[in-house]
Protein backbone atom coordinates (compact mmCIF):
# COMPACT_ATOMS: atom_id res chain seq x y z
CA UNK A 1 0.00 0.00 0.00
CA UNK A 2 1.48 2.95 -0.92
CA UNK A 3 1.51 6.43 1.35
CA UNK A 4 -0.46 8.15 -0.23
CA UNK A 5 -3.21 5.81 0.01
CA UNK A 6 -2.29 5.11 3.40
CA UNK A 7 -2.68 8.82 4.04
CA UNK A 8 -6.47 8.84 2.22
CA UNK A 9 -7.13 6.09 4.48
CA UNK A 10 -6.43 8.34 7.38
CA UNK A 11 -7.83 11.30 6.47
CA UNK A 12 -11.34 9.85 5.40
CA UNK A 13 -11.63 7.82 8.72
CA UNK A 14 -10.51 11.40 10.80
CA UNK A 15 -13.20 13.37 8.36
CA UNK A 16 -15.91 10.75 9.07
CA UNK A 17 -15.23 10.89 12.45
CA UNK A 18 -15.58 14.66 13.16
CA UNK A 19 -18.43 14.46 10.75
CA UNK A 20 -19.92 11.68 12.74
CA UNK A 21 -19.39 13.65 15.92
CA UNK A 22 -21.48 16.64 15.34
CA UNK A 23 -24.08 14.54 13.20
CA UNK A 24 -24.66 11.99 15.28
CA UNK A 25 -23.12 13.39 18.77
CA UNK A 26 -24.84 17.02 18.49
CA UNK A 27 -27.19 17.51 15.75
CA UNK A 28 -29.34 14.46 16.19
CA UNK A 29 -29.06 14.11 19.71
CA UNK A 30 -32.64 15.30 20.25
CA UNK A 31 -33.74 12.96 18.22
CA UNK A 32 -32.11 9.70 19.36
CA UNK A 33 -33.40 10.19 23.20
CA UNK A 34 -36.81 10.44 21.90
CA UNK A 35 -36.80 7.52 20.37
CA UNK A 36 -34.10 5.88 22.97
CA UNK A 37 -36.47 2.26 22.48
CA UNK A 38 -34.95 1.95 19.21
CA UNK A 39 -31.07 1.78 20.04
CA UNK A 40 -28.91 0.11 22.21
CA UNK A 41 -28.11 1.50 25.30
CA UNK A 42 -24.81 3.09 24.86
CA UNK A 43 -23.35 0.74 27.37
CA UNK A 44 -24.36 -1.82 24.84
CA UNK A 45 -22.62 -0.55 22.21
CA UNK A 46 -19.53 -2.43 20.18
CA UNK A 47 -17.39 0.52 19.17
CA UNK A 48 -14.23 -2.00 17.84
CA UNK A 49 -17.46 -2.65 15.65
CA UNK A 50 -18.11 0.53 14.90
CA UNK A 51 -14.35 1.11 13.45
CA UNK A 52 -13.74 -1.87 12.16
CA UNK A 53 -17.12 -1.35 9.41
CA UNK A 54 -16.05 2.38 9.25
CA UNK A 55 -12.19 1.19 8.04
CA UNK A 56 -14.21 -1.50 5.89
CA UNK A 57 -16.09 1.46 4.28
CA UNK A 58 -13.26 3.09 3.38
CA UNK A 59 -10.94 1.08 2.23
CA UNK A 60 -13.89 -0.25 -0.37
CA UNK A 61 -13.99 3.02 -1.15
CA UNK A 62 -10.79 4.26 -1.59
CA UNK A 63 -10.21 0.95 -3.56
CA UNK A 64 -12.86 1.39 -5.85
CA UNK A 65 -11.32 4.87 -6.92
CA UNK A 66 -7.72 3.47 -6.83
CA UNK A 67 -8.78 0.30 -9.12
CA UNK A 68 -11.30 1.26 -11.25
CA UNK A 69 -12.23 5.02 -11.42
CA UNK A 70 -10.16 6.62 -14.74
CA UNK A 71 -9.20 9.43 -15.05
CA UNK A 72 -8.29 10.75 -11.18
CA UNK A 73 -8.63 14.17 -10.90
CA UNK A 74 -10.75 16.42 -8.07
CA UNK A 75 -13.60 16.48 -10.33
CA UNK A 76 -13.70 12.78 -10.32
CA UNK A 77 -13.52 12.38 -7.26
CA UNK A 78 -16.34 14.66 -6.46
CA UNK A 79 -18.66 13.16 -9.10
CA UNK A 80 -17.86 9.36 -7.49
CA UNK A 81 -17.90 10.92 -3.72
CA UNK A 82 -21.71 12.91 -5.20
CA UNK A 83 -22.77 8.94 -6.58
CA UNK A 84 -21.76 6.61 -3.83
CA UNK A 85 -22.73 9.24 -1.09
CA UNK A 86 -26.45 8.90 -2.78
CA UNK A 87 -26.43 5.37 -2.51
CA UNK A 88 -24.82 5.07 0.81
CA UNK A 89 -27.17 8.36 1.90
CA UNK A 90 -30.25 6.22 0.52
CA UNK A 91 -29.46 2.87 1.69
CA UNK A 92 -28.45 4.27 5.32
CA UNK A 93 -31.44 7.05 5.78
CA UNK A 94 -33.99 5.77 3.50
CA UNK A 95 -33.70 1.87 3.61
CA UNK A 96 -33.66 2.05 7.59
CA UNK A 97 -36.49 3.99 7.35
CA UNK A 98 -38.43 1.63 5.54
CA UNK A 99 -37.61 -0.78 8.26
CA UNK A 100 -37.48 0.63 11.24
CA UNK A 101 -40.25 3.03 12.88
CA UNK A 102 -37.46 6.08 12.60
CA UNK A 103 -38.51 9.32 12.36
CA UNK A 104 -38.73 10.65 8.57
CA UNK A 105 -36.41 13.27 9.74
CA UNK A 106 -34.15 11.19 10.84
CA UNK A 107 -33.83 9.48 7.81
CA UNK A 108 -33.47 12.87 5.74
CA UNK A 109 -30.67 13.63 8.02
CA UNK A 110 -28.68 10.31 7.88
CA UNK A 111 -29.54 10.73 3.86
CA UNK A 112 -27.72 14.38 4.12
CA UNK A 113 -25.00 13.06 6.36
CA UNK A 114 -24.51 10.04 4.06
CA UNK A 115 -24.23 12.10 0.86
CA UNK A 116 -21.96 14.48 2.92
CA UNK A 117 -19.40 12.22 4.22
CA UNK A 118 -18.93 10.68 0.65
CA UNK A 119 -18.36 14.01 -0.91
CA UNK A 120 -15.45 14.71 1.54
CA UNK A 121 -14.02 11.53 1.02
CA UNK A 122 -13.89 12.08 -2.90
CA UNK A 123 -12.65 15.10 -2.59
CA UNK A 124 -9.89 14.24 -0.60
CA UNK A 125 -9.54 11.10 -2.98
CA UNK A 126 -9.12 13.51 -5.84
CA UNK A 127 -6.98 15.74 -4.19
CA UNK A 128 -4.58 13.01 -3.21
CA UNK A 129 -4.74 10.24 -5.63
CA UNK A 130 -3.33 11.65 -9.07
CA UNK A 131 -2.92 9.59 -12.37
CA UNK A 132 0.47 8.04 -12.35
CA UNK A 133 2.87 9.86 -14.88
Given at each position: ???????????I???????????????????????????????Q?????????????????????????????????????????????????????????????????????????A???????????????
Amino acid sequence: MTKKILLTIVLIFISWFVIDFFLHGLLLRSIYESTANLWRPENQLNIPLIYIVTLVLILCFVFIYTLLINPKSLITGLKYGVILGIITGTASGFGTYLHMPVPLKLAIIWFFGGLVKAIVAGIILGVIIKPKK
